[in-house]
């Protein structure tokens, strides 16, 4: 069998495995999914659209393993304690078998290191110092990548690190699409918010009148039994409400194909609520022994006791109405048009269907306030994920379509693979971009919601000047870290251990000269971003339009800015002077993607804001002040 066909099949067995694989719980439980989690699959926590995005980046970290544990399985195993069949097939040597010779002997004795190409292509910096010699000519066993795939799904012997790897990267996936934090918010979210129904001038709201009558007897014996009277009532409303509404289906339900896959939730919560009637029934009927204290406490214990099963089933039903809300069976007050749940006209419908609107409205009201409150909290994740794929789309085209011409090494790894070129832009763009802007969000909105952010847009200067330079501060590191210990392994990989760690700090001087201003894009899009979000948060709506163009701008400066200084390390490291004229070619292969990278983030940023996210600007006092002090 070929290499290069053993190396697909190997992928697909680990694309396979990990469908399977990414539906085992990556959580413990907890106080408020422990009755449910055997019941309840990932996939089912999220909508099918949200669920395939955390797979998809799931698989694609574990691809990543796999083909980095078959370039350096000769390094990679022995370190993991495994042998592997056909690993002798590949030469004895990994990577450059001697450190650079003929090159500038300002770094001769010196490993200059590995140096990939610039976020999106660049200049090599050994390219033009002298004849290296070329890397030996690699065979490859066919046996290495089934081999690989084997050990990795467990078909082969286990490996502890791998699997904890492994776990680690589910973890991540789950949390990134908020399996299953988001269930848990939103159920907790709805339990502490009372459902507004009651049965005054004639509504009903589609529940049963003896069910009325049985909540209305219930709260007047507890009442003077309870500590907390006003707690248990409150969830007796939403359990007798989720009963009418969703187990008897009177609100007439969409999505029935999706539904049925929480039939077995349904039919043990349906069971659990009529075990909950009768024992309130049996309770209220009898004669209440109150005539010592003996009969007191007895009593208290059995009320206690109920109202901690109402407790439970009312949390229940909260976790289900989340469930329908994320897969659109219960739509919020947004959805409800395009849904069918809303009427356009009052005239000429039945007392059933005017008890079905108020049913309906009361519903919607309070699963959209809990759903609110959870996308406020979500906010960040989202700017991450959407600025992260803007910038991924727009370096995987760029890269397809004008990656060639950014290759000036002859011994490009990727050769004259245009989809190579492709994905090694992305692979850079996630090293310069994806740390820096999910901590830089991150910081942002955690400061926000604290109030302790100082808006760009409407404080003074000297305020919010030490919060921007904490967050580039913050940025630059992840950014610059990520570069710099991406070149030192593949320096590693490259030409050996030892002659990196007996010339370690000048592999790191090298690193971070080479790598540090290329990372600092990442710092730069960073608070951009932020402004687009002070802009919008402040009310600012002439600024804002502006913003993504000049987010643009300011990356195509940065770019050109930091690929003329890496272009300047390189030429003086050769003795070889800085021409412009010369260099521009090569700057203007950095700047002019990174223009576009900084438009796409700053158009879909805004986009974002304006589009999901405008009922924050009502509901936030916080914002609403901020917008007062724009206007003053």
Partial sequence: MDYTVALIFGAVIIVVFAWDQFQRPSYDGSRELTRLIEILTPSKMRKSGIYMRAYLVYVVLLLVIYFTLCAYVEILFPLLGLEIAGAGGISDEVGAPQLPTNCQT???????????????????????????????????????PLGVSLVMVGLAPSVPILLRVEEKIRFLAHRLSGIPTRLIAGSVQLKRKPLKIDDADGKTYLIAPRDWQRIHHCESIAGGILNEPHQFSTDLRKIMAFRAWVLEDKLHLSRAVIRDGFSDIEADVSKRIGRLVLDLDTLTTGEQDTTDENGNARMFAVWEKIAEEAERLAMDVCVLCVLYVEHEIVPTAAEAERLGWTRNG???????????????????????????????????????SRSTLAVLTVT???????????????????????MGLALLTMFFALLTYALALFLAIRY????????????????NWARWLPDLLQVLAIAAFASVGCRVLYNIMATTFAVGWEPVRDNFLSVLR??????????????????????????????????????????GLVMAAAGATMRAFTAQVALSARGADFILVEQLPVILRVAIPAGLIGLAVGYYIRGTLKQEFSWMLEEDPHVTELQEQAAE
């Fill in 106 to 144: 300002a770094i001769n004795t010196a490993v200059t290191g590995f140096s990939p190409q610039a976020v999106i292509g660049g200049q090599d910096l050994s390219a033009g110092t002298g004849e290296c010699a070329p890397p030996p000519e690699r065979t490859g066993d066919p046996m290495i």
């Fill in 346 to 384: 009052t005239d000429d419908i039945t007392e059933n269907e005017h008890q079905m609107g108020l049913a309906r409205s009361s519903l919607m009201e309070f699963v959209s306030d809990g759903n609110h409150a959870l996308d406020r909290d979500s906010i960040d994740m989202v700017l991450w």
């Fill in 396 to 418: 995987f085209i760029y890269g397809l379509f004008f990656g060639q011409n950014s290759v000036t090494s002859a011994n490009s790894a990727t050769g004259q693979s245009q």
């Fill in 444 to 459: 942002h909105q955690e400061a926000s919601r604290q109030g302790t952010w100082r808006n760009i847009f409407t404080d």
């Fill in 510 to 551: 090298y690193a971070f000269e080479y790598e540090a201003p290329q990372a600092m894009l990442g710092p730069v899009l960073a608070l951009m971003v932020i402004l687009i979000t002070d802009a919008w948060r402040s009310g600012a709506d002439r600024i804002l339009s502006r913003l993504p163009i000049l987010t």
